[in-house]
């Protein structure tokens, strides 16, 4: 379960404010990328917060109020499908995710990023591989941006029938690659997640 225990690190090492960055929607066909920065309290204690991937969808809705009350500052970001397919989806993620760190409404001397690449960033970084299920204020964010991400998904599935988005949240499933076929892509779609399309034309 994650603790609190890299960010004691950190600060006997002299930071003082601590955040934990994470996103959702790195690998999905469809939809924005989100990013999520966080600062929680030092030592708080918020009852079964874990990596987001490991909760039911309930067990993350009821953690996200929790988090959002118990926070000292949250952001969440949005990275569009326009910049995801204008650069890339590694790109627009560090972007996103830099500015939710500058979203802050306190500004933090650290952020513990999950995974292990911290390029770009303003503000002195720690990668944290898994960080997620290790670091709590990483994991409070992966929550913030997957709940998110997640209730956009409805939206857009409200917005574009017929897809399936609201069930796989937008990630290449049988029932989505067969959509696509059937109906075509939309303009939340990423046109580099979709290039089998364009093969499958060819043929």
Not at 126 to 145: E, N, P, Q, W
Not at 156 to 170: C, F, L, T
Request: proline letters at 5%; one cysteine or more; glycine letters at 8%.
């Amino acid at each position: 379960m994650p603790d609190f225990h890299i960010e004691k690190e950190c600060m006997e090492q002299g930071y003082a404010v601590i955040c934990g960055v994470d996103e959702a929607g790195r690998g999905p066909l469809c939809g924005p990328v989100c990013a999520a920065a966080c600062i929680l309290p030092p030592d708080c204690n918020i009852p079964g917060l874990n990596d987001s991937k490991k909760l039911s969808e309930k067990k993350r809705e009821l953690l996200y109020d929790q988090i959002t009350k118990t926070a000292l500052a949250y952001c969440v970001c949005l990275g569009s499908v326009e910049e995801i397919n204008q650069t890339d989806i590694l790109s627009t993620t560090l972007h996103t995710m830099r500015r939710a760190i500058e979203g802050l409404s306190i500004k933090p001397d650290l952020a513990l990023i999950d995974g292990n690449i911290n390029r770009g960033f303003t503000i002195p970084t720690r990668t944290v591989i898994h960080g997620d299920a290790i670091s709590a204020s990483i994991a409070a964010a992966s929550i913030l941006a997957k709940v998110t991400r997640d209730r956009l998904c409805l939206e857009m599935d409200r917005q574009y029938p017929g897809y399936g988005i609201a069930k796989h949240k937008g990630y290449g499933t049988k029932e989505h690659m067969e959509a696509l076929e059937r109906l075509g892509p939309t303009p939340i779609h990423r046109t580099k997640f979709i290039r089998f399309l364009d093969r499958d034309n060819k043929d």
